[in-house]
């Protein structure tokens, strides 16, 4: 079955340690948020150092320049989205854009979302991923990315087959922009292909992924016929409830029916 993990990347390089060594001791405001200040001495030292007023303001520059910060979720383009949701190297029903989109509009708790996002070019979108802070996701105020809960079960990063490790160093690339020093990937397979498509290009830093967390996930016997399956599971007075409720949702229109595959 696939693998549900918590997954960090590191984004800085162990270059880094002298500066956050440099850092300890002193006592600065803290931007929970980012984790500027003394906090980020609960991580490693060696990859983690307090993010700049100048990091941080990159984080708000606009869609128009995929190389500055970050960029509001909604503002990626839908068309392009969808595009690179049908070359996607691992496909995630849950990151795309219809479902997504809607997400970010109107599910309590996961509205606001941000996205790093790679192009090939002006309109040729190969990688995106939906993202917010730390402090969001776990109220840790440490400068790092992490996966934008999709009110699903998998968080994989769209990736193009064709360009996939210039996919990830772009959003990579661009998390480092926006003031983050680690990215974290949560409910991802490790087996998959984009999760060795990011230790791949972690690895040509010098850098390599950790992980948190994982466990073998539950799987659907797929072998047995679809209607004996819910008959079992749901049992014959749920699914009637079921077909009066589709009857009453068809009062006020079509109701169709699309599979995501993953």
Known sequence: G???????????????????????????????????????????????????????????????????????????????????AGRAIEPNGYYLPDWELAVNATARGRTGASALGAWSDASKLIGLMPVISMWRAFKVPLPVLVSADPYGTLCTPLLDRDATEDAVAGILQQARQAGAHALMLRDTSL????????????????????????????????????????RDALGAKKLKELRRQRNRLAEHGAVDFEVART
């Open 2 to 84: 696939a693998i549900r993990i918590f997954h960090f990347s590191r984004l800085a390089s162990p270059a880094n340690a002298m500066e956050a060594g440099s850092a300890r001791g002193r006592r600065n405001r803290i931007n929970r948020e980012w984790g500027y200040g003394e906090v980020v001495d609960i991580a490693e030292a060696a990859v983690v150092r307090p993010a700049s007023n100048k990091d941080a303001k990159r984080a708000s520059a606009p869609a128009a320049n995929a190389n500055r910060g970050l960029t509001p979720l909604a503002d990626i383009s839908a068309p392009a989205w969808r595009a690179l």
């Open 191 to 230: 087996d998959g292909a984009a999760m060795k498509a990011f230790a791949s290009v972690l690895r040509r830093d010098g850098l390599a992924p950790l992980v948190l967390q994982s466990h073998v996930r539950a799987c659907l016997d797929a072998s047995r016929d679809a209607d004996e399956v819910l």
